[in-house]
């Protein structure tokens, strides 16, 4: 099992640009998060999706942010425009279903936002 | 509402000597506490959940947690800390089984001193 697979590791860019981070959740789960890492505020869940569908985004910081699930097998956020309080680890998990505790986490892209 | 809180935002020890990551939670209710681990670069592990039972909770690389609902404490422990132990370590509450809305602490910097 290749784990939560997040792409791009890094990603460096500047002010204005979009910005799309991409994940494939391990075979078979069906719950997946957005989750961001700051110095500052910790781990912050952006949004939910179970069976794809978004159930919660209410952590979505605002209306550059968006995120979709367009089947069980590949998740995208996308930042358009990116600003530099962008710039933080951006991490997916998955879980097996609705009812595990257990998260499984990618390791994360490293967003840069100059 | 939920919250954790991490008091330390380090703890250094000695290679070999017992180590302990405080974590104390806020719910209103039974809460289900989780311990996460994250090593350089990498997406968070699983390393220990407590749902019901046993106040001493057993998990991955010899760490344990033990549970006390009077203090509303959840601390990591290990008998003999290793070099390959320093990391991240983050704490998580959830208030009913299956919620995806785990909650986590600020994390806590572990370094093992050789």
Same mark, same amino acid.
């Given at each position: 099992?290749?784990?939560?697979?997040?792409?791009?590791?890094?990603?460096?860019?500047?002010?204005?640009?979009?910005?799309?981070?991409?994940? *494939?959740?391990?075979?078979?789960?069906?719950?997946?998060?957005?989750?961001?890492?700051?110095?500052?505020?910790?781990?912050?869940?952006? /949004?939910?999706?179970?069976?794809?569908?978004?159930?919660?985004?209410?952590?979505?910081?605002?209306?550059?942010?968006?995120? *979709?699930?367009?089947?069980?097998?590949?998740?995208?956020? *996308? /930042?358009?425009?990116?600003?530099?309080?962008?710039?933080?680890?951006?991490?997916?998990?998955?879980?097996?279903?609705?009812?595990?505790? *257990?998260?499984?986490?990618?390791?994360?892209?490293?967003?840069?936002?100059? | 509402?939920?919250?954790?809180?991490?008091?330390?935002?380090?703890?250094?020890?000695?290679?070999?000597?017992?180590?302990?990551?405080?974590?104390?939670?806020?719910?209103?209710?039974?809460?289900?506490?989780?311990?996460?681990?994250?090593?350089?670069?990498?997406?968070?592990?699983?390393?220990?959940?407590? !749902?019901?039972?046993?106040?001493?909770?057993?998990?991955?690389?010899?760490?344990?947690?033990?549970?006390?609902?009077?203090?509303?404490?959840?601390?990591?422990?290990?008998?003999?800390?290793?070099?390959?132990?320093?990391?991240?370590?983050?704490?998580?509450? !959830?208030?009913?089984?299956?919620?995806?809305?785990?909650?986590?602490?600020?994390?806590?910097?572990?370094?093992? !001193?050789?």
């Amino acid at each position: 099992d290749a784990g939560v697979i997040q792409s791009p590791r890094h990603e460096v860019t500047e002010m204005g640009q979009e910005v799309t981070l991409r994940c *494939k959740p391990i075979s078979g789960h069906n719950s997946l998060f957005w989750y961001r890492q700051t110095m500052m505020r910790g781990l912050e869940l952006l /949004i939910y999706f179970n069976n794809n569908v978004p159930i919660d985004d209410s952590g979505m910081p605002e209306d550059r942010f968006s995120a *979709k699930m367009p089947n069980a097998s590949f998740s995208t956020l *996308k /930042i358009q425009p990116s600003e530099p309080r962008d710039s933080a680890v951006y991490f997916c998990a998955s879980r097996p279903d609705s009812s595990s505790e *257990k998260l499984f986490f990618g390791s994360g892209t490293q967003l840069s936002v100059l | 509402a939920q919250s954790v809180a991490q008091p330390e935002d380090q703890v250094n020890v000695a290679e070999g000597n017992p180590l302990t990551v405080k974590c104390t939670y806020s719910v209103s209710g039974n809460p289900y506490l989780f311990w996460y681990v994250q090593y350089p670069n990498r997406g968070l592990q699983f390393l220990l959940k407590y !749902i019901t039972g046993d106040n001493l909770v057993k998990g991955s690389y010899g760490f344990e947690a033990e549970f006390n609902k009077s203090q509303t404490s959840f601390h990591l422990k290990k008998p003999s800390a290793l070099v390959s132990d320093s990391a991240l370590y983050f704490c998580a509450v !959830i208030l009913n089984a299956g919620s995806y809305q785990l909650t986590f602490g600020k994390g806590t910097k572990l370094s093992v !001193i050789p």
